[in-house]
C-alpha cells in the first residue's frame, strides 16, 4: 500500500483517523488555550497526593505526567485505572476524573468515591455523565469540545487528554509546565510533522507481520505505554512495553523462547537521556542482536523535554496508524473492545 495515497488510505479509514492524527498540534493549542482563563480553588495547591483516574486513552496524560515530571514532583502521583480509589485517598487528596466521553464506568464509580471521601476533584471530559456530575457537585472541571478530532475516536484526542491533564496540574500549581514549553512544544509538533511521518511510515513497514516491543526510558516511559495501548487498538496488533534500567535486569533472558518468536524490538530514544542510559540502550542493543533478533530505533528530534514528548505522541499515532493500514485495517474499527463493552452491559 502507498502509505502517501491519501485517496488509498480513504478507503481503509473511512472515519479519518488519519487526519485526527494529524491535528495533535491543533488539539493542543484548543485545549491550552481553554485551560489559559481556568483558575482552581487555592486549597487544591495543598494536597498531599495525586491520584489520576483514567482508562485507555484517558489515562495518557496521567502516564505522562508521571514520567516526565518524576523528578519535579514534590508529592506522590499514581495512575488509577480501576473502580476503586486506592485506599490512602482522602480530604488531602487530589481526584483528576479524565474520560473523554464522560461514560466511562470505573471513572464515574472513582467520583462517587472520590465525594464520599471527600477529596478534591476536577475531571477532564466532552461531556457526558460526568459532566452531570460536576454540575451538580459544583465542581471545577475542563469540559471541552473536541472540534479538532474529526474521527470522533477518543483515542484519536490525544492532545486534548495528555495537554489537558497536564495542564490542569500546571494550574493547580502542582507541575512546572511554562507557556513557553508548551507554545514551543506545538510549533515543534508542526515543524516535525512531516519528518515524524516518513520516519512511522519506515519502521511500520518493517513491523508488518512481527510483535512489537517498544523500549523507553526516563521521560518518555509514559509515550512506551502509550504506544503499546496504540499498536493494540489502532494496529489490532499485540505489542509490550519495557523500561530502562529496569529490562536490563530481566528481559534479556527472556528473549531465547520460545523458539521462532517474531518479536522486533523499537527503541524510543533520545540524545536528552543521561549517559549512564545512553549506555544501558546501546549494551541492550548488543544482547538483542546477541539473541538473533532485530530491532528498530526511533531517535527523537533535540529539544526540550516537554517537546520531545509531544513529538513521540505523533509518530506513535503515526506509526500504529500506518500499521493498521499495511494490515488492510480500518484503524477505527475496535470491535472487540465493543463486543465486551456490549455485553458486560447486559
Not at 37 to 51: A, G, H, L, R, S
Not at 164 to 172: M, N, P, V
Not at 196 to 224: R, S, T, Y
Request: charged share 20%; hydrophobic share 40%.
Amino acid at each position: 500500500m502507498d502509505l502517501n495515497n491519501l485517496e488509498e488510505i480513504k478507503k481503509l479509514d473511512p472515519k479519518n483517523v488519519y487526519e485526527s492524527t494529524g491535528m495533535l498540534a491543533k488539539q493542543c493549542e484548543e485545549i491550552w488555550d481553554q485551560l489559559g482563563n481556568f483558575i482552581f480553588p487555592e486549597n487544591y495547591k495543598d494536597v498531599k497526593n495525586i491520584i489520576i483516574c483514567g482508562m485507555g486513552g484517558s489515562a495518557y496524560g496521567g502516564h505522562v505526567a508521571l514520567s516526565a515530571f518524576k523528578e519535579s514532583l514534590k508529592i506522590p502521583l499514581v495512575v488509577n485505572n480501576n473502580y476503586h480509589l486506592p485506599a490512602f485517598a482522602d480530604k488531602d487528596s487530589l481526584v483528576v476524573l479524565v474520560s473523554y466521553s464522560g461514560s466511562t464506568e470505573e471513572i464515574l464509580s472513582c467520583a462517587s468515591e472520590a465525594l464520599e471521601k471527600q477529596c478534591k476533584i476536577t475531571t477532564l471530559t466532552s461531556g457526558g455523565k460526568l459532566e452531570e456530575f460536576v454540575k451538580n457537585n459544583n465542581l471545577p472541571s475542563v469540559i471541552f469540545t473536541p472540534t479538532h478530532n474529526p474521527s470522533g475516536q477518543p483515542r484519536l484526542g490525544t492532545g486534548y487528554i495528555v495537554l489537558g491533564t497536564l495542564g490542569i496540574l500546571a494550574r493547580i500549581g502542582l507541575i512546572n509546565l511554562t507557556e513557553a514549553d508548551v507554545l514551543e512544544s506545538i510549533e515543534y509538533l508542526d515543524k516535525s510533522q512531516e519528518t515524524v511521518k516518513k520516519n512511522a511510515q519506515e519502521i511500520a513497514a518493517k513491523l508488518v507481520n512481527h510483535i512489537p516491543v517498544i523500549i523507553a526510558a526516563e521521560f518518555l516511559d509514559g509515550n512506551a505505554h502509550i504506544i503499546r495501548n496504540q499498536f493494540n487498538e489502532t494496529s489490532k496488533s499485540f505489542s509490550a512495553f519495557e523500561d530502562i534500567p529496569e529490562l536490563n535486569h530481566h528481559l534479556m533472558e527472556g528473549l531465547q523462547n520460545p523458539a521462532g518468536h517474531k518479536l522486533k524490538v523499537l527503541f524510543i530514544n533520545s540524545n536528552s537521556y543521561p549517559d549512564i542510559i545512553k549506555k544501558r540502550i546501546e549494551l541492550t542493543k548488543d544482547v538483542i542482536g546477541k539473541n538473533k533478533l532485530e530491532y528498530l530505533e526511533y531517535m527523537v528530534e533535540d529539544s526540550h523535554n516537554v517537546a520531545q514528548v509531544f513529538n513521540t505522541l505523533s509518530f506513535g499515532g503515526y506509526v500504529t496508524l500506518y500499521l493498521a493500514l499495511l494490515y488492510g485495517l480500518d484503524p477505527s474499527l475496535i470491535p472487540w473492545v465493543d463486543y465486551f463493552k456490549e455485553n458486560l452491559n447486559k
